[in-house]
DNA sequence: TATGAATGAGAGTTCATTCAT
DNA sequence: TATGAATGAACTCTCATTCAT
């Protein structure tokens, strides 16, 4: 193999267990398909790499980390009004879609391979969709102290509700590949809003 | 260890591989733990299952029909008047949602450590997820037939969505343990419908 | 393989690991070399062995028992006079060395495998010959209370010099299988208690 | 890495390589140790030894050679006289524990290390300590020729007795760091003697 | 000459499965 | 039918060595 940059070759690797361990699953990916779909020698991938458990927590410390990103993005230009909150929820469930569709290997391994795992992977994912729940549990939280939300919801309920409804959805079409285009997730997030908008905010937005 | 009826021995078996598949995930169960956790000797095991493979396939089966049978029960002395489909709906949610809150393992297998396991169990599970989706759209676009469902929404979305939230929901409860009595599975199942309704029916139930 | 009783095919291992260990040290002996000289299946060791550290400590201890035991012997029928002490000392020499003669194998371990693996094993060995040394160094020190070994001898040096003349005879005898003779014991014993007796003692005994 | 005279390069890698070699042992040691103990990149060794097992064996030989010249050194203005034989000895004797002492990594490799490693290096050891017995041997022999030295003792035992003790003083001392002046050496070297004197010679010296 | 990324044979270990008792 | 010792294929990981730069 050619000599190569040393970043390169381990993002190069990344992405070779990415989509290994995302079709197959953890357990059923071995280091030497990783070594064949990279076209590496054994001995190089554990030179970047302790062992296979650090291939896949990297990889989910990367993904946790975009994902983060997207989570805590705001778009440019905002005015500070009474609606920006929601604007700003949905802006980001657009941009979460966005990147679930976009990387359908990053879909399976966040939302099926990474919860199969039992407990041994648990702390780094930090279960991740908690932390979505949570965030969006918060959301509802500060809404109905605004008066946007109605006040005899059940923030947990309705965090978890959410939560799982978004990312079934993310999963159906980030998996079966789907819309992948800007204005259909736009169309996504629209219609995933409004399917809960009526049960929970005050006004129709 | 004491001679025992056939089908209880192999009922013990599943019940401690059950617990154990749900707590640790497929590959991290060990034969050895099982024949341990049952009291049985290894070979035993082998007297009544194929392989492991069997075993947790087996377990998915049994599973599967138990929560079938309650997704196509309904309640007895139902009217056939307007409202019942809804009514049935809400039935088969409460019952599931009681099911798994019963049942924290089943709950864990199905919601978790089965979708970790690559495509080798696919065909078993059925996606069992896609199955109840698959239900709740047939119900929503009958609905929408009926002039009861907006003619609007998008029957796929809508039934991931809802399918998705139902079972963050249904693991939410059934892994943290909250909410086991009968009135809260009424509750829950009355607050779960409601945060849909007002973005699905045309007229608020 | 012929099933076996357990504690037989222990045994039986730890037999074919003695003699590879000993004729080709620790790191040159595979575990695959144990499973070919044992005639049984590499899966087999694995069953009565936690590891292949295991198999070594478990020998080391094992004859590392056995040497404390023939350290710690003494003939029957000894009148507590002045000389029981010495005769104490030359019986005990004259065991080791027919312990070391009759088993080679576990000879080299002892004297040679063991001192050449770093400080991987130092806790096991207690660093046996370490022992050995304070063995004689304690009864030297004894034998100037009673007046029967020179006031003026350094006894850790002393120790030092007659444990290693001891185990580098012991270990030529060992190995080169020279006299394995009941009397021939006798008599490098005597000779050996001999070469130091004058420097010792006060009185040639 | 500053350019630096090719054979002082080897000096220093050896440098780094004994240290290791005599601390962890010789499988324990890895190149990459030496490498970074040496401060050179992994190639560079190669450059210099044709493998590992050629960087342990020059350094034996390198040590051998050493031990070889103290052994056979002569104090000058030595009279040819009666009891110049056993002057030689003691100045031998003497010389020998001072390399010990000097140098415990030495003392180590020679004493421990080299002895643990099977018959993979038993060839070029030329089995060290063989040769000192064989050494002391000889001159037991022609000291009972000259008729200085007890004609009843058995001068096999007797060398290995010697040697042994030798040996095993040498590397308490020179591993435990004690003693490192000359007058103390000359006092080691006086006792050790001494401890055999009476055995062997005919008159006390 | 110096480098260090790449290599791959070979080591230890695991564990589902078999089968003689 | 029940047992558990025996099996060995398959896996992960190590590390001395090579070689393009």
Known sequence: MAR???EQRKKQILECAKKLFARKGYYQTQISDIQHEAGVARGTIYQYF???DDIFKTLLENLHKEMKDVISSKPANLEEDFSSGEKVFR???KKAFALFANDPDYCNLLLRVGLGLGDSFDSILGRFDRQMV???KSYLVSGIKLGRVKPDIDPVLMSNV???GFMRMAYFYGVTGKGSKTEEFEQLTEN???AFAYGIFLEKP
Chains 1, 2, 3, 4 share one sequence.
């Open 192 to 194: 995933f809003v409004n």
């Open 162 to 164: 959410i939560g799982g």
């Open 4 to 6: 190569m940059d040393s």
């Open 91 to 93: 802006y980001r469930i």
């Open 50 to 52: 302790k062992n296979k």
């Open 134 to 136: 949570e965030l969006i």
